[in-house]
């Protein structure tokens, strides 16, 4: 089982950047994909970005050429890079793994999640 722990979050202004931190217990880490998922108030949970142990990354429309996934197995921390940030790109963000090679958007499909950090990004 791996624990995940996310960090970065914080207030930006319109046009800044974040980068967001997602931390992971367990030795096989490197083994697993690792999604970045965002809540909106009010709005349900929606995929961001998710990298693969081995493979190609794959991102929401919505932040193609903006975000930024990677992965540092020998930390065991995966980040999201984000530039050019919006002001609808304020939620909470998520981290979220799972075992299997492929990157799916849906967050059923990750069994294992962080408690979230609040990016807010002021206009």
């Known amino acids: 089982q791996v624990q995940l722990a996310e960090s970065g979050g914080g207030l930006v202004q319109a046009g800044g950047s974040l980068r967001l931190s997602c931390a992971a217990s367990g030795r096989t880490f490197s083994t697993y994909t690792v999604g970045w998922f965002r809540q909106a108030p009010g709005k349900e949970r929606e995929f961001v970005a998710a990298i693969p142990w081995s493979g190609n990354t794959r991102y929401a429309d919505s932040v193609k050429g903006r975000f930024t996934i990677s992965r540092d197995n020998a930390k065991n921390t995966v980040y999201l890079q984000m530039n050019s940030l919006k002001p609808e790109d304020t939620a909470v963000y998520y981290c979220?793994?799972?075992?299997?090679?492929?990157?799916?958007?849906?967050?059923?499909?990750?069994?294992?999640w962080g408690q979230g950090t609040q990016v807010t990004v002021s206009s």
């Open positions: 979220a793994s799972r075992r299997l090679l492929t990157t799916p958007s849906a967050e059923s499909e990750y069994p294992y």
